[in-house]
């Protein structure tokens, strides 16, 4: 089946830096890919969807300078999260489909940030 | 707004027990239903879905029925195996493909 890879798996960073977080399509072109948030104990929370080759559409509540994403390939997004805090401590998970509802949606593994 | 309520965990049961997790939902219109699995070390995996009331999805043993009477999507199995230790995503989907997942179930199965 389709794969998603995403990486890192684990990152812990010092506050105030940034971090990247890579999530790509490695058999399939994603003309469209999300991301999301799951803070300990609640539900995946979606952040932002990206189309390729176009700026991200953030959720309510999520700050677009914070959280840059850019979707510049058909097999690649990234999310920067920008001058981190320990607030942004959190499991980041993304997810690319190349078109279709539901079984044509494939997630990545995950990335388990802590910020100190 | 739409949302998933799904079963807190974490699970533990022994090999060949009964699973069952909840899931219920809140959705204005009539979305499709599905269970996703995230294996240790893995990304999340569609495990079944159904996409209108009455409609029952299954694959590896899993079943789970689209209630609409009661917004219920319960997922059950009836003989579980060490394997099938995971974390289990309820999720919806309504008008295109913005998903809402619940917190996730975490199983873990005993030999």
């Known amino acids: 089946g389709a794969v998603v890879s995403q990486h890192p798996s684990r990152v812990i960073c010092k506050s105030g830096t940034s971090v990247k977080i890579e999530c790509r399509s490695l058999?399939?072109?994603?003309?469209?890919m999300f991301w999301y948030r799951q803070f300990p104990k609640k539900s995946l929370m979606l952040m932002a969807t990206?189309?390729?080759?176009?700026?991200?559409?953030?959720e309510q509540g999520v700050e677009k300078d914070k959280f840059l994403i850019n979707h510049a390939s058909l097999t690649l997004s990234t999310l920067t999260v920008t001058s981190a805090h320990p607030e942004d401590s959190s499991f980041y998970i993304c997810?690319?489909?190349?078109?279709?509802?539901?079984?044509?949606?494939?997630f990545g593994s995950g990335t388990q940030l802590s910020v100190l | 707004g739409d949302s998933v309520t799904q079963m807190e965990g974490p699970v533990t049961l022994s090999e060949e027990a009964f699973l069952t997790i909840n899931c219920t939902y809140t959705?204005?219109?009539?979305?499709?239903l599905f269970w996703y699995v995230q294996y240790p070390g893995e990304g999340l995996q569609l495990l079944l879905k159904?996409?209108?009331?009455?409609d029952k999805g299954s694959n590896k043993g899993f079943e789970a029925t689209y209630r609409k009477e009661t917004t219920s999507f319960h997922l059950e199995k009836g003989s579980v195996q060490v394997s099938d230790s995971a974390v289990y995503f309820c999720?919806?989907?309504?008008?295109?493909?913005?998903?809402?997942f619940g917190t996730g179930t975490s199983l873990t199965v005993i030999p």
């Open positions: 058999d399939f072109q994603a003309t469209t």
């Open positions: 999720a919806l989907v309504w008008g295109g493909n913005q998903f809402y």
């Open positions: 997810s690319a489909t190349e078109g279709g509802t539901g079984e044509k949606l494939f």
């Open positions: 990206s189309n390729e080759g176009s700026k991200a559409t953030y």
């Open positions: 959705a204005t219109g009539y979305p499709s």
């Open positions: 159904a996409t209108k009331a009455d």
